[in-house]
């Protein structure tokens, strides 16, 4: 399968700080990218889809403001969680897909640990 | 709104027995179903995608089943391994755009 490297692994910040979280499709471009959190024992949710060179599209409930996505080339999205706080601790992973109906590849994920 | 339910939320069995994870969701309009699985802190390993036209998929020791009317999959492990421990997670995507929604997940543990 195609490959989504997600960077950081993990990053601690302390409160009121931005952090920058990566997504890259290594092997393949990449038209659309999902940005996923889960917090402990839950599941995922899906919290916006980014297409390459238009504005992500934000699932009701998330803070647009807060979460900025960037989908500036077809290998890249990125997520910048601002002014962080602890309850933003969580795992966040992303996904990428080629094409309408293939299957969509997933990141390593970042855990994210506000403090 | 697509709701997707896992039953069990956890199971724990014996090395060598076959077991069922079992997954319902609410709208059956769903382009295709996956299954994966997830290592404790990791990201998600794809296990098997189940176009909503089919009926079933099989990979190794792993078997997954769709009933798209009736809103139910189901995923056999065969002989199970302790290296089977993880949580498994299904999910749907209501268009082929592969926005996912997921399931509660089921936590399996294999002991030896």
Same mark, same amino acid.
């Given at each position: ?5 997600? #960077? ?22 990449? $038209? ?24 992500? $599209? ?12 960037? #989908? ?5 999205? $990125?997520? $910048?969680?601002?002014?962080? #706080? ?20 997933? &990141?390593? &994920? ?6 | 709104?697509?709701?997707? *339910? ?12 076959? +077991?069922? @994870? ?10 295709? +179903? ?13 296990? @098997? =995608? %189940? ?10 020791? +792993? ?10 999959? *189901?995923?056999? %492990? ?10 498994? @997670? ?9 926005? =996912? ?6 936590? +399996? @543990?294999?002991?030896?």
């Amino acid at each position: 399968g195609a490959v989504v490297s997600q #960077h950081p692994s993990w990053v601690i910040c302390k409160s009121g700080t931005s952090v920058k979280i990566e997504c890259r499709s290594l092997d393949f471009q990449a $038209t659309t990218m999902f940005w996923y959190r889960q917090f402990p024992k839950q599941s995922l949710m899906l919290m916006a889809t980014s297409n390459e060179g238009s504005k992500a $599209t934000y699932e009701q409930g998330v803070e647009k403001d807060k979460f900025l996505i960037n #989908h500036a080339s077809l290998t890249l999205s $990125t997520l $910048t969680v601002t002014s962080a #706080h602890p309850e933003d601790s969580s795992f966040y992973i992303c996904s990428a897909s080629g094409q309408t109906n293939t299957e969509a590849f997933f &990141g390593q &994920g970042t855990r994210l640990t506000v403090v | 709104k697509q709701e997707v *339910t896992q039953i069990p939320a956890a199971l724990s069995v014996p090395e060598g027995e076959n +077991l069922v @994870l079992n997954c319902s969701f609410t709208d059956s309009a769903i382009y295709n +179903l996956q299954w994966f699985r997830q290592d404790p802190g990791k990201g998600l390993t794809s296990l @098997l =995608l %189940i176009q909503s036209s089919q009926r079933e998929q099989t990979s190794g020791r +792993l078997n997954a089943s769709l009933d798209k009317s009736s809103g139910r999959s *189901t995923l056999y %492990i065969a002989a199970s391994q302790p290296g089977d421990s993880a949580t498994y @997670l299904c999910a749907v995507s209501p268009t082929g755009f592969q926005k =996912l929604v997921f399931g509660t997940g089921t936590r +399996l @543990l294999v002991s030896p």
